[in-house]
């Protein structure tokens, strides 16, 4: 959900996000992809701390520190790569159970 909300926060109004999904030989994969401006490589992993935000009218900067906690508690990761809609993709990978 908070990446699916990340992705519409970064998409200009009238742009359109992607949620697929995969089978992988160990488990799903889901891809989150917009059409907003991207991360550039070296922002990358700051994203995930706590408290990196650009939101400035609100608090918030906990999504992904959160996100990536729990995918990483199941066994899985996330990943961060240029997306092929032209904004950023966020690509989790998890394990059967
Ligand atoms: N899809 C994206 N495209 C561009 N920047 C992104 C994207 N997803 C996250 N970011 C950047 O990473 C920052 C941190 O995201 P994160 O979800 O951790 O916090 P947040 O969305 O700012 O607040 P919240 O705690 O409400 O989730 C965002 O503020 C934004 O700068
Ligand atoms: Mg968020």
């Known amino acids: 959900m908070n990446l699916a909300l990340n992705a519409i926060d970064a998409t200009p109004a009238g742009g359109a996000v992607a949620l697929r999904g995969r089978a992988t030989a160990p488990g799903?994969?889901?891809?989150?992809a917009d059409q907003g401006s991207g991360i550039p490589p070296d922002?990358?992993?700051?994203?995930?701390e706590p408290f990196f935000t650009s939101h400035s009218n609100r608090p918030g900067g906990l999504g992904l520190a959160i996100?990536?906690?729990i995918t990483e508690e199941a066994g899985g990761?996330?990943?961060i790569t240029d997306g092929?809609?032209?904004g950023a993709e966020f690509?989790?990978?998890?394990p059967s159970l």
């Open 67 to 69: 996100s990536r906690r």
């Open 28 to 32: 799903v994969e889901l891809i989150i």
């Open 43 to 48: 922002l990358r992993s700051r994203v995930f």
């Open 84 to 86: 092929a809609e032209g």
């Open 91 to 94: 690509r989790v990978r998890l």
């Open 77 to 79: 990761s996330i990943q």
